[in-house]
């Protein structure tokens, strides 16, 4: 175990807490004009899926758990698990569907991803920052709207709801954001 102070700690990192491995879902630094600043951290306890919320000084040191992170393959999805492949050693190992949470939409067959291991145990999943996806339905493309800065809502081939620039239609392909499903660009290929 590693200490480090709470404000470096950032979402997917992996903290021991009363003697329970937690994983980070999001780690806010908050700095008021007049007081101590703080960081709040939500974590989802890995051994029954409880989640809590802790809120430390921005200078206070945390109990950081030493796991590897590993490249992945993303297979296939097996009932409540997901199946993943070390590329090098081709060991598939499989992870439950509260470790992938909201990252589950956007895993794509062949994808790479970065998984954090714990006693070979996958305790945390990485994405890419990006992925291409299709535009399966949105209200039609309206003429001399393209100058606005508005945007339309979508929903997207894996079923998340996004907002698209006017001029994109239905059959478009576009780049979104895995962190938050927003919209990038229109896709190059």
């Not at 051994?47 to 590993?70: C, F, I, L, N, P």
């Not at 996958?122 to 994405?127: D, P």
């Not at 339309?152 to 006017?166: C, D, H």
């Amino acid at each position: 175990m590693v200490k480090v102070i709470a404000s470096s700690v950032r979402k997917g990192n992996v903290l021991e807490l009363d003697g329970h491995l937690c994983t980070v879902i999001s780690a806010e630094s908050f700095f008021p004009g007049k007081g101590t600043p703080t960081t709040q951290i939500d974590m989802r306890r890995i051994s029954d899926g409880t989640k809590m919320t802790q809120r430390y000084k921005t200078t206070e040191q945390v109990e950081r758990a030493y796991v590897e992170d590993r490249d992945f393959t993303y297979l296939y999805q097996d009932g409540e698990q997901y199946v993943f492949m070390n590329p090098e050693t081709y060991d598939q190992i499989p992870v439950d569907k509260d470790v992938i949470g909201d990252a589950a939409p956007y895993l794509q067959e062949n994808m790479k991803v970065s998984l954090s291991v714990f006693e070979d145990k996958a305790v945390a999943i990485e994405l890419p920052q990006r992925v291409t996806l299709e535009v399966v339905e949105t209200e039609p493309v309206t003429k001399g709207q393209t100058a606005s800065s508005s945007y339309k809502p979508a929903i997207l081939s894996n079923g998340v709801r996004s907002a698209v620039p006017p001029h994109v239609g239905i059959g478009t392909r576009v780049v979104v954001m895995t962190a938050d499903g927003s919209y990038v660009e229109r896709a190059k290929d």
